[in-house]
Antibody
Framework: EVQVVESGGGLVQPGGSLRLSCAASGFTVSGTYMSWVRQAPGKGLQWVSVLYSAGDTYYPDSVKGRFTISRDNSKNTLYLQMNSLRVEDTAVYYC????????WGQGTLVTVSS | QSALTQPASVSGSPGQSITISCTGTSSDVGGYNYVSWYQQHPGKAPKLMIYDVSHRPSGVSTRFSGSKSGNTASLTISGLQAEDEADYYCSSYRSSNTWVFGGGTKLTVL
């Protein structure tokens, strides 16, 4: 059964760092696109990053230079390293499998506040 | 990087059909057949309903269909049911290896 489970969220001060994890089962993260998508409280979905199977990574301007997407093939896990966090980064962060996002986790909440 | 444009809300009665539009530009919706639609119930993760403009994943009801004309994609739900009440989001590939979502549409089943 295909499943993705996010973890690592929490409360962090502005300027701080956090690393999110997305543990996958039922498929290999290295064999497909993997993305992070976030949703601020009461707001819509926002694309955050993508990691292609070949290893290429891409980000929107809002997080470029601050966030890094990566994977550990041995652990079949996707990561999102978030640095220089801002209040506006507060959101539920989802990881999604594949180019079309055919499987999503339940999300992990990141709160950036002093 | 602006979002795709969706109506904030749509409504319909059980059994009716509704259509949700998603308007972009030639750099995203109009330029690629990589439009997806997601359904999200309150407090839940998004669920893929349509991908690549008009393809339905296994297990998604045939009442859901997608199409595209120019820079506007559409999601049509026929035979509305109470369980269809949710938020719906479109997304599209945008040039330079980026992706963009619409602002979301709240569907109310009257």
């Amino acid at each position: 059964e295909v499943q993705v489970v996010e973890s690592g969220g929490g409360l962090v001060q502005p300027g701080g760092s956090l690393r999110l994890s997305c543990a996958a089962s039922g498929f290999t993260v290295s064999g497909t696109y993997m993305s992070w998508v976030r949703q601020a409280p009461g707001k819509g979905l926002q694309w955050v990053s993508v990691l292609y199977s070949a290893g290429d990574t891409y980000y929107p301007d809002s997080v470029k230079g601050r966030f890094t997407i990566s994977r550990d093939n041995s652990k079949n896990t996707l990561y999102l390293q978030m640095n220089s966090l801002r209040v506006e980064d507060t959101a539920v962060y989802y990881c999604a499998k594949g180019r079309v996002g055919d499987y999503w986790g339940q999300g992990t909440l990141v709160t950036v506040s002093s | 990087q602006s979002a795709l444009t969706q109506p904030a809300s749509v409504s319909g009665s059980p059994g009716q059909s509704i259509t949700i539009s998603c308007t972009g530009t030639s750099s995203d919706v109009g330029g690629y057949n990589y439009v997806s639609w997601y359904q999200q119930h309150p407090g839940k993760a998004p669920k893929l309903m349509i991908y690549d403009v008009s393809h339905r994943p296994s297990g998604v009801s045939t009442r859901f269909s997608g199409s595209k004309s120019g820079n506007t994609a559409s999601l049509t739900i026929s035979g509305l049911q109470a369980e269809d009440e949710a938020d719906y989001y479109c997304s599209s590939y945008r040039s330079s290896n980026t992706w963009v979502f619409g602002g979301g549409t709240k569907l109310t089943v009257l």
